[in-house]
């Protein structure tokens, strides 16, 4: 009888990579099929964020659920990878003991062994090892693509902001080889993929150093991926303003595949919180950034990250970040109250801001960025775009969701047999905050 998994991710993109890689493992190298009921499953596994405090307590409610599972099933195997396996490796060996696995971001390529050496072992396996490159060089290629696909090009952080636990958990900045993110993104375009996401913590830091000497960083590596013809569009996230440089502008003077939206975190308006988020730059030097991109591409529409109520925050720092919204009209963001992280220096930082102010300042946020949203949906009224369709709306059974090169909804009639399609439509309405349109003629 074929034995099936069941795997829930957390967190970010490069979570939904890892958890992808690791059903084809299961899938193609042990033989496993997948299965949405954790009932039914044989091995389970939570690939876990450590970003937030909520987020890692959350995993262990869940463990907790799934020890209910293993009572009625002794056999099962449970596993936990990710961020929070990472950090809290003696934690969850102690507090959760029926764990079997506990597998870092790094080593999910040796999961096909740790499995196996789980079923002779009576006690929780172990590895979270910082191995460098050697989990590329071990995980299976796709035989069969979506039509938009992840691509992980680096892994790790360098930076070491004052709140963040990244570099504790998935390591310092390790930059893949060229011809190895070549490779992967040839074999998706050939499987039908048509847009590819570049991954990594500060994906625009990318650099490698080939056998000759010859340096590639973020921007000429864009250049290599637009070689291949078969790629309609190219995004990437996440980025760092401090790595930006002319080759990244250049890019987007002679790339017409990549883009006109760019996530770029900021994390807050105001200068000296930036300082003591050790960020390394100033608004000014964000906004320039920011102001070069608008002058080659006018219509590039712009997300960010904010966090609200870092310790020392004052009214007057917060009036900063919503100036700075409004300055920069963010369509989109990732926004939330900050969360203090073992381990990290901001962790010792007084904090007077009461949490009820913090989620005052948290939703005036928000409410300001979806105006600002709502407002730059209604230029696009009455204009054609180009979308590329990603599935079936999940309010209208006639019709799909197609997203613009600059980041844009529009739900437009059509089925699944759109999906993968890029479309020319007409933009007909705003209605609530979604837009809708039409299907040009081809």
Known sequence: ??????????????????????????????????????????????????????????????????????????????????????????????????????????????????????????????????????????????????????????????????????????????????????????????????????????????????????????????????????????????????????QIFLAYKKIPQLVSHLHLPIQSGSDRVLSAMKRGYTVLEYKSVIKKLRKIRPDMTFSSDFIVGFPGETEEDFNKTIELIKDIEFEQSYSFIYSKRPGTPAASLEDNTSYAEKKDRLSYLQETINKLSKSRAKTVVGKKVEILVEGVSSKYSNMVNGRTTNNKIITVPGDKDLVGRLLDVKVTELKNKSLKGKILAA
Not at 13 to 39: A, C, H, I, V
Not at 103 to 114: C, E, K
Not at 122 to 140: A, G, Q, R, S, Y
Not at 196 to 222: M, P, R, S, T, W
């Open 1 to 246: 009888m074929t034995k099936k998994y069941y795997i829930e991710t957390q967190g970010c993109q490069m979570n939904e990579y890892d958890s992808d890689k690791m059903e084809d493992l299961l899938s193609k190298n042990m033989g496993f099929e997948s299965t949405r009921f954790k009932e039914e499953a044989d091995v389970l596994i939570v690939n876990t964020c450590s970003i937030r405090e909520k987020a890692q307590e959350k995993v262990f409610s869940l463990l907790g659920q799934w020890r209910k599972l293993k009572d009625k099933k002794p056999d099962l195997v449970i596993g936990v990878a990710g961020c929070v396996a990472s950090q809290e490796s003696s934690e969850i060996s102690s507090r959760a003991p029926y764990v079997d696995m506990v597998i870092g971001p790094q080593t999910i390529h040796r999961l096909p062994d740790i499995y196996k050496n789980s079923l002779k072992s009576k006690k929780t396996l172990v590895d979270v090892e910082f191995p460098l490159i050697e989990k590329f060089d071990n995980l299976p290629k796709a035989n069969k693509s979506k039509f938009s696909e992840y691509v992980t090009i680096m892994e790790g952080c360098s930076k070491y902001c004052s709140y963040c636990v990244v570099p504790y958990t998935r390591g310092t900045e390790v930059s893949r080889p060229l011809n190895d993110i070549l490779e992967e993104i040839n074999n998706l375009v050939a499987n039908g993929t048509k847009e590819i996401v570049l991954l990594g913590q500060n994906v625009n830091a990318y650099y490698f150093e080939d056998n000759k000497g010859d340096i590639i960083n973020f921007g000429l590596l864009l250049f290599y991926i637009a070689r291949n013809k078969g790629i309609k569009r190219i995004r990437y996230t996440t980025s760092h303003p401090n790595n930006f440089d002319e």
